[in-house]
Nanobody
């Protein structure tokens, strides 16, 4: 089983930036397609971004494409999400997630099997 711990969330003004990190333990991160999910108050959890096991391919939800960048450092067993030009509607708890089923890349919310406790991102207007 893989354990995931997110960090880097906080309060930021609209237009600002944050960088989220996700440290993995228990398993080697390079074995898994990884991604970021988020859940806003009163809304369902949604897919944000995905990255292939090698890091060579990425995929984004339309709402964040061009503003967010997902990356990974398999040597450090760490996943990242660089968030630029943040908007109030990006306010949510952000979760790092792993697809442990051998997928090359996981583009859908329900592809993911494990996620962390989440980190809160709040964007003020």
């Amino acid at each position: 089983q893989v354990q995931l711990v997110e960090s880097g969330g906080g309060l930021v003004q609209a237009g600002g930036s944050l960088r989220l990190s996700c440290a993995a333990s228990g398993r080697t991160l390079s074995n898994y397609a990884m991604g970021w999910l988020r859940q806003a108050p009163g809304k369902e959890r949604e897919f944000v971004a995905a990255i292939s096991r090698s890091g060579g391919d990425t995929y984004y939800a339309g709402s964040v494409k061009g503003r967010f960048t997902i990356s990974r450092d398999n040597a450090k067993n760490t996943l990242y999400l660089q968030m630029n030009s943040l908007k109030p509607e990006d306010t949510a708890v952000y979760y790092c997630a792993a697809d442990v089923n051998g997928s090359y890349i996981a583009r859908r919310l329900y592809d993911y099997d494990y996620w962390g406790q989440g980190t809160q991102v709040t964007v003020s207007s």
